[in-house]
């Protein structure tokens, strides 16, 4: 089985700061990208940024400069440090990796974490 795990969400004024974490488990041979998604309500699941297992980031528009992605290859974690949240950061915040399986008998591809509420009051 694979798992992923997200945790750190919760609630923050305008101008606070929050970091999320991702862990994955269970039997994994290798992870490739990792991202974060989110969906707000009403809205459909937007992507937010990714990182490659070489450690490149990449990240959406309206989060540039405010968030940073990393990742700890060797203990399949990987954060989201979220600085300046705005209201429309307001989202269930998605964990995301491409996982390859240590048996086939498990999927390679993406999976996803349950999720975890991030609230910005103005």
């Known amino acids: 089985q694979v798992q992923l795990v997200e945790s750190g969400g919760g609630l923050v004024q305008a101008g606070g700061s929050l970091t999320l974490s991702c862990a994955a488990s269970?039997?994994?041979?290798?992870?490739?990208?990792m991202g974060w998604y989110r969906q707000a309500p009403g809205k459909q699941r937007e992507w937010v940024a990714t990182?490659?297992?070489?450690?490149?980031?990449n990240y959406a528009d309206s989060v540039k400069g405010r968030f940073t992605i990393s990742r700890d290859s060797p203990k399949k974690t990987m954060l989201l440090r979220m600085n300046n949240l705005k209201p429309e950061d307001t989202a269930v915040y998605y964990c995301?990796?491409?996982?390859?399986?240590?048996?086939?008998?498990?999927?390679?591809?993406?999976?996803w974490g349950q999720g975890t509420q991030v609230t910005v009051s103005s």
């Open positions: 995301n990796a491409n996982i390859i399986p240590e048996t086939a008998a498990l999927r390679t591809g993406a999976y």
């Open positions: 269970g039997r994994i041979l290798r992870i490739n990208t």
């Open positions: 990182i490659t297992s070489g450690g490149v980031p």
